[in-house]
């Protein structure tokens, strides 16, 4: 599936994900996210807006993310951690936007 991603600077990014991964893996292959925990949903610099079309398209978010996302400053109610977001077969193409930089 398609990835479309607005980085921290307002830049368009089109990248491919693929079934079986989560959405960090190719968001940091292409350098947009640092993912400084490689997934380990402790780190939150895989943080992302998923557009409102998208979001109820996704598995909603477990209760380690819940914790992470409640602890995030610049959290929102479209937010997900990217490391947490499985990608399946049946996950439509997304638009997501990288979030600021939480500046822990
Ligand atoms: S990569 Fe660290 S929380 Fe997602």
């Known amino acids: 599936m ?3 991603v607005t980085d921290r600077d307002g830049n368009e990014h089109t990248v491919e994900g693929q079934a079986g991964d989560n959405l960090m893996l190719p ?3 292409a350098d947009l996210v640092e993912a400084t925990c490689s997934g380990s949903c402790s780190c939150a610099t895989c943080h992302v807006f ?3 079309a998208c979001l109820d398209k996704l598995a909603p978010a477990e209760a380690t993310e819940i914790d992470m996302l ?6 929102q109610s479209d ?4 490391c947490q977001v499985h ?3 049946d996950t439509p193409d997304l638009r997501v936007t990288i979030a600021p930089e939480e500046g822990f």
């Open 27 to 29: 968001l940091h292959a």
């Open 70 to 75: 409640d602890f995030i400053m610049l959290a």
């Open 87 to 89: 990608l399946t077969e």
């Open 2 to 4: 398609k990835i479309h």
């Open 50 to 52: 998923v557009d409102a």
């Open 79 to 82: 937010s997900r951690l990217a």
